[in-house]
């Protein structure tokens, strides 16, 4: 079993600046918009470097995402930038319209997804957005786990032509990943293979199902850990390729129980590959106040719970 290590902790919005900052640099075509959070999207780089490049939109996200759409109708490719309860609560109805529909090249980048925006609690925190953007035809729908992959993720997101969805957040989390690795859309990553059970994971759920998985080889159970990056469109032949040889998965996520990664998955096996499946989810509810250790712990988002979930899926075989 290959050992992850922890390089040290980043935020992935940071990820995202860096990428945004070498998307700028290679192609200038590449847009950045924000609504009044460019330090907290870490924008301030690309703003500094290419200033003529650079809207701030003020406090008014629709506008934001209408003047994305207008601007990739024009041939650039805009970034358009801000917390993920808002770039997709008080803006469905222009991406649904305006992005979506007409499969306009913008790129959504967002910010403080989950419930590790902490502190700022439940109205700033957003655990259903998964749900309503893979809902959308043509969206792309991008969840990363680490700085360096969020910076990759970014980078590919330019490229590539069409309405992408990216989900990052605010706390420093492990960086793991190689900062080499090519990201590619569509592709979920087996980053250790086994033989006993699938812990399928994305976003800051990543590290933790590794954490799992070594604390399950320490019992004898082999665990494939799979990193679903990209949650649409999702890599159906990987998942199930893993389970039809393990024969049992669990799927973590920071997001809620409904429409979120969990159920896409479980659709996919119900149809292809049944077998036992277990949720490691937010449930049926908001966020609240608390730092994001104490969140993660408080919703079950951690190694410890993806064991327990681990050891009931294997146990159903």
Not at 22 to 32: H, L, M
Not at 221 to 238: F, G, Q, R, S, Y
């Amino acid at each position: 079993m290959k050992k992850y290590i922890d390089t040290g902790k980043k935020d992935t919005r940071s990820g995202f600046g860096a990428g945004l900052h070498e998307a700028g640099k290679a192609d200038p075509r590449v847009v950045a918009l924000t609504a009044d959070l460019k330090g907290s999207l870490k924008m301030d780089a690309f703003a500094a470097d290419f200033p003529e490049r650079f809207i701030q939109c003020g406090i008014a996200e629709a506008n934001m995402v209408g003047v994305a759409a207008g601007l990739a109708i024009t041939g650039k490719v805009p970034f358009a930038g801000s917390f993920a309860e808002f770039i997709t609560g008080r803006v469905y109805d222009q991406i649904r319209q305006e992005v979506a529909y007409g499969n306009t090249n913008v790129k959504l980048a967002s910010s403080h997804a989950g419930i590790t925006l902490g502190e700022d609690g439940a109205t700033h925190q957003t655990m259903e957005d998964i749900a309503l953007m893979r809902a959308l035809p043509n969206m792309v729908v991008i969840n990363p786990c680490d700085y360096n992959q969020t910076k990759a993720a970014t980078i590919a997101a330019a490229k590539y032509e069409g309405p992408v969805y990216l989900r990052f957040g605010r706390p420093s989390v492990p960086n793991f990943t190689d900062p080499d690795e090519e990201f590619i859309i569509g592709k979920a990553y087996v980053l250790n293979e086994g033989k006993d059970v699938t812990l399928v994971a994305c976003g800051h759920l990543v590290w933790e199902a590794l954490q799992a998985a070594e604390a399950l080889e320490a019992e004898g159970i082999c665990a494939e850990v799979i990193n679903v990056a990209t949650i649409k469109p999702l890599d159906e032949d990987t998942l199930v390729s893993s389970v039809l040889k393990t024969k049992a998965m669990v799927v973590a996520e920071e997001h809620n129980c409904g429409g979120g990664l969990g159920e896409l998955v479980a659709g996919v096996l119900a149809r292809r590959a049944p077998a036992p499946i277990e949720m490691i989810n937010g449930g049926d509810r908001f966020g609240q106040t608390g730092t994001p250790a104490e969140l993660m712990a408080a919703y079950g988002l951690d190694a410890a719970h993806i064991v327990e979930a681990a050891k009931k899926a294997i146990a159903r075989k």
